[in-house]
């Protein structure tokens, strides 16, 4: 867990972002702004990852792609192919947002090769070892908001994105090792989030061996009395 907080550091927390790792490969699950703080804090080294997996392009899931690009053209000189999973116009938007940030780097080619996977609500896709299945979830994003279903021979992983309570968590959820989802605030305050109250409300429909919350509001942060585990920035989840 590099990151845990929402689009607003709440508490002084990063943005949600993950490195998922088995034997085959390693992949950032969301891209925030402070993604590149995120893997050196936790000493991951940056040219390790395989590929970057976002949900949905909104700045605090993908903002950080642009930083990555960076790193491999200066600090960290990268050769081998990068590939980016998401919705479609993932590339175009990144390299838009990369040429705003640093109009004048626009004369140097990127080393590498950049793979793109663009992911629609059912699509599949097998990257860095791990099987990739998109679905659709109620957030305000353009094109499309994702929730993702992830699979290695290691385990399987369930990621709600940002998104509203939806009942397909429930069905998907079905023993998956690991449900890593959104809580941005302990009572629901937009029809795009999901609350600590939706949790609690159907928690005992959900069939994963562990719920763990992110992308977290600073009131969900500062609660005393708090049914699900939080997920802290360094945090590691093994199985």
């Not at 005992?204 to 585990?229: I, M, S, Y």
Request: hydrophobic share 40%.
């Amino acid at each position: 867990m590099l990151g845990s907080g929402d689009a607003f550091c709440a508490a002084g927390y990063l943005h949600s972002c993950n490195v998922l790792e088995h034997a085959g490969g390693k992949i950032v699950l969301e891209c925030g702004p402070s993604v590149l703080a995120g893997l050196k804090r936790n000493k991951i080294p940056t040219g390790e990852i395989d590929a970057v997996v976002v949900s949905h392009l909104h700045g605090d899931h993908f903002g950080g792609i642009p930083f990555l690009f960076l790193e491999y053209l200066f600090e960290n000189p990268r050769t081998r192919p990068l590939t980016l999973v998401g919705p479609p116009t993932v590339l175009t938007r990144s390299l838009a947002l990369y040429a705003g940030y640093y109009r004048e780097l626009q004369s140097f080619e990127l080393p590498f090769e950049i793979k793109v996977c663009e992911m629609r609500p059912g699509s599949r896709a097998e990257v860095a070892g791990f099987r990739i299945e998109s679905f659709k979830v109620p957030h305000n994003a353009d094109p499309v908001a994702l929730g993702y279903s992830l699979e290695s021979p290691e385990g399987r992983v369930l990621f709600s994105g940002d998104s509203a309570w939806t009942e397909e968590f429930v069905e998907r959820s079905q023993g998956v090792d690991l449900f890593l989802c959104e809580c941005c605030t302990l009572e629901p305050a937009t029809p795009m989030h999901t609350a600590y109250t939706d949790l609690l409300a159907h928690r005992d429909e959900l069939g994963c061996k562990r719920l763990l919350l992110t992308h977290l509001g600073e009131d969900v942060r500062a609660a005393k009395e708090f049914r699900f585990d939080r997920a802290s920035d360094g945090m590691v989840v093994e199985f």
